[in-house]
């Protein structure tokens, strides 16, 4: 397997670094676990850890490997072994805030070319949380396409229905409707598969993640769980994210299910999901218009004459006022970080001379 069957294109070979080439091997980060990475380099899959110098030289997380990197590895052992040393430019980045309270990112998958938004039909159906991913993928310039599970729970009528919804919000989204139980749809999932282009699957847990990933393998590769008949939620399948090839060339990467989808630093991604919104917003008398209480704001009015839902434009508000938050948050702690870091350096410095 050469290099651009992983997806090793052109925008990629133009960023190679001359010297890193000539001292190490350029390998792909098909797999991240707690106890380290899995990286392929068209020949075999081995595994790898990380130099000293790059852990010691990343400010957060986002700067260490995810699935979908492209790697500088030097191997060892015959090739049992590998050491990342670098990693080379992301053409997309797909991240998070983290599921907790802390300020941080993070990292889903890097270099997807289109990322597949999962919702089941069930009770998991929700425009809101829809909204939500669709800003964190328009951020990452990253195409979306969603995929509405669980199709044989509803009438042909009713599934036309969910569809219509989506596309009165985002009418140039494409849907598509599928069952993993009939194999309804899964004929047009195939058709947008495309070999050395790269995918991602994204959604709740229990909407249908990995039985739609072993229907695109031709076998039952991963373990599916039942949703818990109490609530109707799903337990988490997939505990790890790792990049599946396809029998036809397409490389697919399964992700943990997601509970809560936290964003910061997703202005362009906010507009591109309200497109309407943003649109409206250039007629607002004020440049600095907050869409809350101005007179001469295009957006209320546009809200007091039903053109824009309730739902929608309080997710909008909601969604710039978290991401203004976290990122004043996240700027601040990186300064704070930033200047310990050179206190402890200059201490250690010090001793150095004091020696």
């Known amino acids: 397997m050469q290099l651009e069957e992983l997806g090793f294109n052109h925008?990629?070979?133009?960023?190679?670094?001359?010297?890193?080439?000539?001292?190490?091997?350029?390998?792909?980060?098909?797999?991240?676990t707690k106890k380290g990475y899995i990286i392929r380099n068209g020949k075999k899959d081995v595994i790898a850890e990380l130099t000293g110098k790059l852990m010691f030289s990343a400010e957060s997380k986002v700067d260490y490997p995810?699935?979908?990197?492209?790697?500088?590895?030097?191997?060892?052992?015959?090739?049992?072994?590998?050491?990342?040393?670098?990693?080379?430019?992301?053409?997309?980045?797909?991240?998070?805030?983290?599921?907790?309270?802390?300020?941080?990112?993070?990292?889903?998958?890097?270099?997807?070319?289109?990322?597949?938004?999962?919702?089941?039909?069930?009770?998991?159906?929700?425009?809101?949380?829809?909204?939500?991913?669709?800003?964190?993928?328009?951020?990452?310039?990253?195409?979306?396409?969603?995929?509405?599970?669980?199709?044989?729970?509803?009438?042909?009528?009713?599934?036309?229905?969910?569809?219509?919804?989506?596309?009165?919000?985002?009418?140039?989204?494409?849907?598509?409707a599928f069952s993993n139980k009939s194999n309804f749809g899964l004929h047009q999932i195939i058709e947008l598969l495309v070999p050395k282009e790269t995918y991602c699957l994204l959604g709740s847990s229990g909407v249908g993640k990995t039985s739609l990933l072993n229907n695109l393998l031709g076998e039952a590769q991963f373990d599916?769980?039942?949703?818990?008949?109490?609530?109707?939620?799903?337990?988490?399948?997939?505990?790890?994210?790792?990049?599946?090839?396809?029998?036809?060339?397409?490389?697919?990467?399964?992700?943990?299910?997601?509970?809560?989808?936290g964003n910061f630093g997703v202005e362009s991604g906010i507009n591109d999901t309200f497109d309407e919104?943003?649109?409206?917003?250039?007629?607002?008398?004020?440049?600095?218009?907050?869409?809350?209480?101005?007179?001469?704001?295009?957006?209320?009015?546009?809200?007091?004459?039903?053109?824009?839902?309730?739902?929608?434009?309080q997710n909008y508000e909601k969604m710039n006022k978290e991401s203004a938050h976290y990122e004043k948050s996240y700027l601040e702690k990186r300064r704070k970080d930033k200047q310990l870091s050179k206190y402890y350096k200059s201490v250690m410095k010090g001793k150095t001379k004091r020696r």
């Open 66 to 176: 995810t699935v979908g990197d492209w790697v500088y590895a030097q191997y060892y052992d015959d090739d049992a072994l590998a050491i990342i040393h670098e990693i080379l430019p992301r053409k997309t980045i797909l991240k998070r805030k983290t599921s907790d309270k802390r300020i941080k990112f993070q990292l889903l998958a890097a270099n997807i070319d289109t990322a597949f938004i999962v919702q089941s039909l069930d009770s998991n159906y929700n425009l809101r949380r829809l909204e939500r991913y669709l800003v964190m993928i328009n951020t990452a310039n990253i195409r979306p396409i969603v995929l509405l599970s669980k199709s044989d729970l509803l009438s042909k009528g009713d599934v036309e229905e969910k569809v219509a919804d989506i596309h009165k919000l985002m009418s140039s989204v494409q849907i598509i």
């Open 277 to 313: 919104i943003a649109e409206l917003s250039k007629q607002c008398r004020y440049n600095d218009c907050s869409h809350t209480q101005e007179k001469g704001c295009a957006v209320l009015a546009a809200l007091q004459d039903g053109t824009i839902s309730q739902e929608r434009y």
């Open 11 to 32: 925008w990629f070979q133009e960023r190679m670094d001359s010297t890193n080439v000539n001292d190490y091997q350029i390998a792909r980060v098909i797999s991240v």
């Open 224 to 261: 599916t769980q039942p949703i818990r008949e109490k609530d109707g939620k799903g337990r988490h399948t997939t505990t790890h994210r790792h990049l599946n090839m396809l029998k036809n060339g397409a490389m697919l990467i399964d992700t943990p299910g997601i509970r809560e989808i």
